[in-house]
């Protein structure tokens, strides 16, 4: 079994939905924990509330669009616990929903910077740090959108097929270096960033029967998931593209 007592795990976009319930989940298990976020007072009090139920919890204000913050992120977690184990890159925006035509550039650009240029400056500055103190695990959230198409969501799409590549590239390049880099995708979980699309009754019906399992999934399904990635049990698993799906990807 993992001890996750003796780990350091850094969790982006932490203040909501996979990331918060990730960042929970590790919390528990007893690892000291950097949650992120670009909405800082959320995410400060989720740290506050880990702490007061006696976890090591942490805060770090981060728009993982900027490499400075993420780098800033990625020294503060190695400052106050002396090293990186595992990084969870979470954060992520689905952006509005239209046509591909009808996209502004600027639109395209900021879903981009978020979703893919800052999973690849966040495993920049977490791959460092991992090299330095011989090894790590990285989890990367991509989305059952990083394998099929997506119409109204093309930057997101092409952000997620993005992040699979990225992720089996690094894993080809660090895995023998003792850090394992993987990726999930998942199907719909129900958090903030789909309310628009459950919401009202015919577009949530219409979304349930593209999962055969008949439901959708939870957060805290997802960070299961990502917290056996991140530990010693899953030693053999590296540049993986892991669906939870509900059985989305099998039809
Ligand atoms: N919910 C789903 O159905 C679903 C499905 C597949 C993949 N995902 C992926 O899961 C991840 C988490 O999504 P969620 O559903 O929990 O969404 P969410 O909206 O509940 O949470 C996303 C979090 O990321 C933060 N964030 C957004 N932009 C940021 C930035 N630039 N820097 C730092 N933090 C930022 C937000 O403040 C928020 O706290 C995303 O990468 C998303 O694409 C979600």
């Known amino acids: 079994m993992t001890n996750w007592n003796d780990k350091t795990v850094i969790v982006t976009g932490a203040a909501s939905g996979i990331g918060k319930a990730c960042a929970e989940l590790f919390a528990d298990y007893g690892a000291n924990v950097v949650l992120s976020d670009l909405e800082s007072s959320a995410g400060e009090e ?3 509330r880990f702490r007061d139920e006696g976890a090591e919890a942490m805060f770090v204000g981060c728009d993982v669009s900027n490499p ?9 977690a190695v400052e106050t616990f002396g090293a990186l184990d595992v990084a969870v890159n979470n954060a992520g925006v689905r952006g509005d929903m239209m046509p591909l035509a009808e996209i502004e550039l600027e639109h395209w650009q900021q879903i981009i910077d978020v979703n893919l240029t800052g999973v690849f400056t966040g495993m920049k500055a977490q ?9 790590g695990s990285i989890v990367n959230v991509a989305s059952v959108a990083g394998q099929v198409g997506f119409p109204d969501v093309a930057a997101y799409t092409a952000s997620k097929h993005g992040v699979v590549g990225l992720t089996r590239t690094a894993a080809l390049e660090y895995s023998s270096q003792g850090i394992q880099i993987n990726c999930i995708g998942p199907a719909v979980i129900e958090t903030p960033m789909v309310e628009d699309m459950t919401g009202d009754e015919e577009s949530r019906e219409q979304l349930l029967g593209a999962h055969p399992i008949g439901r959708f999934g939870t957060p805290r399904e997802v960070a299961e998931l990502i917290a056996f990635l991140g530990g010693d049990e899953a030693g053999f698993i590296t540049g993986s593209f892991i669906p939870i799906d509900g059985g989305y990807l099998s039809q």
């Open 68 to 76: 400075e913050q993420i780098q800033g992120l990625v020294d503060s």
């Open 46 to 48: 989720v740290a506050a």
């Open 127 to 135: 791959i460092q740090a991992m090299l330095d103190s011989g090894g």
